[in-house]
């Protein structure tokens, strides 16, 4: 398989679970029966003042990205969700849950680089400690030791740093195979791959090993999210999506 071809699947998978993860990293996070209060908090949607309200979504590409949402929920529905259902019928939980563990250690990897580059050195130092932590103490990170010791988890892409830097969303787009995005985001999300890339490249790894890598974290990305198309109840589901998640993106540059 050529390099080209690599990097091309790279991209895509990548852009695949980074369009689900970020849907995922809304939920609070939950300690014993008490949940931290959520970041997103829905209030900041319905303001009065609409500080947080997306007045006019810029989506010049409208056509283009209605028939792409058709085609993601197609893709889903007879590819994506049936190999997820396989994946989890013959998996046993626990074992379920220390893959998701060791994926979330190697996602550690990006969101260090985008901190640092945010000058967010807080979150940089954060990221770094939960990154040994879990690699060492949580054997490769299938066990998630900096959770268990307090060690707070953040998410950084290259989308939301060029935010951090002034650039705004561009146009809307919904990318052929890999959901919701912006012109930012998806260059964004192409550098953060290309960033993965690298350091599997440090790693020696063979192509074959990083392309079963990457599959399986795509797996493993899609069996933690809850999102189904056309499942909100809403006739107007492309816009409510649209909305959501150009809101959620301001609110990932914000925080």
Not at 27 to 52: E, F, I, Q, S
Not at 99 to 116: A, D, G, K, L, Y
Not at 204 to 225: C, Q
């Amino acid at each position: 398989m050529s390099n080209n071809t690599n990097t091309l699947m790279r991209i895509f998978l990548v852009l695949v679970m980074g369009t689900f993860v970020s849907a995922c990293s809304t939920n609070p996070r939950v300690d014993g029966d008490v949940a931290d209060k959520a970041y997103y908090d829905a209030g900041k949607l319905v303001a009065k003042d609409g500080d947080y309200m997306v007045k006019d979504d810029y989506d010049p590409w409208e056509g283009f990205n209605r028939t792409m949402y058709r085609f993601n929920y197609h893709l889903d529905r007879y590819v994506l969700l049936p190999v997820v259902d396989g994946y989890q019928f013959i998996t046993p939980d626990p074992v379920e849950t220390g893959i998701h563990n060791f994926f979330n250690n190697i996602r550690e990897i990006p969101t260090f680089f985008n901190s640092v580059f945010q000058l967010e050195f807080t979150k940089s130092y954060q990221t770094a400690g939960r990154f040994v932590t879990n690699t060492t103490v949580g054997l490769l990170g299938f066990l998630d030791a900096a959770t268990y010791f307090g060690i707070p988890k953040h998410k950084e892409d290259f989308g939301q740093t060029l935010g951090y830097w002034g650039v705004g969303n561009g146009p809307y787009l919904v990318l052929p195979l890999f959901g919701p995005s912006s012109a930012r985001d998806g260059i964004g999300l192409g550098v953060d791959t290309l960033m993965m890339s690298a350091v599997y490249n440090e790693l020696d790894m063979k192509s074959e090993e990083e392309l079963a890598l990457m599959v399986m974290n795509g797996i493993d990305t899609r069996a933690n999210t809850s999102f189904r198309y056309y499942e909100t109840g809403s006739p107007f589901e492309y816009e409510l999506v649209r909305e959501l998640w150009l809101q959620k993106r301001k609110l990932d540059i914000e925080k």
